[in-house]
């Protein structure tokens, strides 16, 4: 791994006057990386990766937006307590953060774990909600039960190569549920699973670069931030629990699925559960999207939190996807 640097360093190394802050919220201290002028936009990351997800589009987003990247409950240099993981939770910690920042409403883009915190967030707090962007994931539900972990010879037509079989096959949900053994095996060795994580979930593997899984690796590198991690998976039943109750979304939703055939996966989730909803397949991109396509990330994103609202909460509609 290369040196140590720390989050404030990195903060300074982006362009937009970037600056590493913590903030005390209902118990929790949470950190945010926050530059730019304008309306509030929060980005949430996701697993095993921290705030500097976002690095690539952090300058371009802040030319037009007070742009604010959070470390969630859990992740980073953000508390790592013993409980609170479902996603209803950690969006009542986000919505005291934006009290916190002084601000009644927000934009937000959640990318993986974080794009469910930013789904729970506009379910529970619509009136602190003004958009939101959901990068490569769509909120948990029943569906997650049936995902296969392992390629299955004959249905997959291979012989148990999990990458050589074609979709994404999603065993680490099961592993970070599994108590007590996931963080006594990665502790120290994050870094192999940052790469096998990356590797197989890009298109490009290229764009997360070696200093960008080192930061990664880092971040997950003893037991407690491991085992925090892990309780993102854990309460997933739960979030799924929750979700059932949460009427459709009525604030305008995009969600950005990393290439083609994502919208096949999104579109029967997401459908029924938003009212103004917008679904683009990002070409030549895998699950990091804001990693491998920047450019596309932040072009889909300034059009979207600029367009006028088009529909409102009592129009039965389904989604312009493309």
């Given at each position: 791994m290369t040196s140590r640097i720390s989050d404030v360093d990195l903060a300074r190394s982006l362009k937009g006057g970037f600056v590493s802050s913590h903030a005390e919220v209902d118990g929790v201290r949470l950190h945010y990386v926050a530059g730019g002028s304008g309306d509030p936009l929060l980005l949430l990351g996701g697993w095993p990766q921290t705030w500097w997800q976002f690095h690539k589009v952090m300058p371009a987003l802040a030319e037009h937006f007070r742009?604010?990247?959070?470390?969630?409950?859990?992740m980073g240099a953000s508390d790592k307590p013993c409980g609170g993981f479902d996603k209803k939770t950690m969006a009542a910690d986000i919505r005291g953060l934006v009290r916190h920042l002084g601000y009644d409403a927000v934009h937000l883009v959640g990318h993986d774990i974080g794009g469910m915190v930013a789904y729970a967030f506009a379910a529970n707090h619509p009136d602190a909600t003004r958009r939101i962007a959901l990068l490569d994931i769509a909120p948990p539900d029943d569906r997650f039960f049936g995902y296969s972990l392992l390629p299955v010879p004959g249905r997959h037509q291979v012989d148990g190569d999990i990458n050589a079989a074609p979709g994404r096959f999603l065993w680490w949900f099961a592993f970070n549920q599994v108590p007590g053994l996931p963080e006594r095996l990665i502790a120290g060795r994050s870094r192999f699973l940052i790469d096998w994580m990356?590797?197989?979930?890009?298109a490009d593997a290229a764009a997360v670069t070696d200093y960008d899984r080192d930061v990664y690796a880092r971040a997950y590198a003893d037991e407690d931030a491991i085992r925090a991690a892990n309780g993102w998976y854990r309460t997933l039943a739960t979030?799924?629990?929750?979700?059932k109750a949460y009427a459709p979304l009525?604030?305008?939703v995009l969600a950005l699925g990393g290439g083609a055939g994502t919208r096949a996966i999104l579109e029967p989730v997401l459908v029924p559960r938003a009212v103004d909803l917008e679904i683009v397949e990002v070409a030549d991109s895998g699950h990091y999207l804001a990693e491998e396509q920047p450019a596309a990330v932040v072009a889909h994103l300034l059009r979207f939190l600029r367009r006028p609202h088009l529909r409102t909460a009592r129009e039965e509609v389904g989604p312009r996807s493309r």
């Amino acid at each position: 791994m290369t040196s140590r640097i720390s989050d404030v360093d990195l903060a300074r190394s982006l362009k937009g006057g970037f600056v590493s802050s913590h903030a005390e919220v209902d118990g929790v201290r949470l950190h945010y990386v926050a530059g730019g002028s304008g309306d509030p936009l929060l980005l949430l990351g996701g697993w095993p990766q921290t705030w500097w997800q976002f690095h690539k589009v952090m300058p371009a987003l802040a030319e037009h937006f007070r742009v604010v990247a959070v470390d969630l409950r859990g992740m980073g240099a953000s508390d790592k307590p013993c409980g609170g993981f479902d996603k209803k939770t950690m969006a009542a910690d986000i919505r005291g953060l934006v009290r916190h920042l002084g601000y009644d409403a927000v934009h937000l883009v959640g990318h993986d774990i974080g794009g469910m915190v930013a789904y729970a967030f506009a379910a529970n707090h619509p009136d602190a909600t003004r958009r939101i962007a959901l990068l490569d994931i769509a909120p948990p539900d029943d569906r997650f039960f049936g995902y296969s972990l392992l390629p299955v010879p004959g249905r997959h037509q291979v012989d148990g190569d999990i990458n050589a079989a074609p979709g994404r096959f999603l065993w680490w949900f099961a592993f970070n549920q599994v108590p007590g053994l996931p963080e006594r095996l990665i502790a120290g060795r994050s870094r192999f699973l940052i790469d096998w994580m990356i590797d197989y979930l890009a298109a490009d593997a290229a764009a997360v670069t070696d200093y960008d899984r080192d930061v990664y690796a880092r971040a997950y590198a003893d037991e407690d931030a491991i085992r925090a991690a892990n309780g993102w998976y854990r309460t997933l039943a739960t979030d799924i629990e929750h979700g059932k109750a949460y009427a459709p979304l009525t604030v305008p939703v995009l969600a950005l699925g990393g290439g083609a055939g994502t919208r096949a996966i999104l579109e029967p989730v997401l459908v029924p559960r938003a009212v103004d909803l917008e679904i683009v397949e990002v070409a030549d991109s895998g699950h990091y999207l804001a990693e491998e396509q920047p450019a596309a990330v932040v072009a889909h994103l300034l059009r979207f939190l600029r367009r006028p609202h088009l529909r409102t909460a009592r129009e039965e509609v389904g989604p312009r996807s493309r």
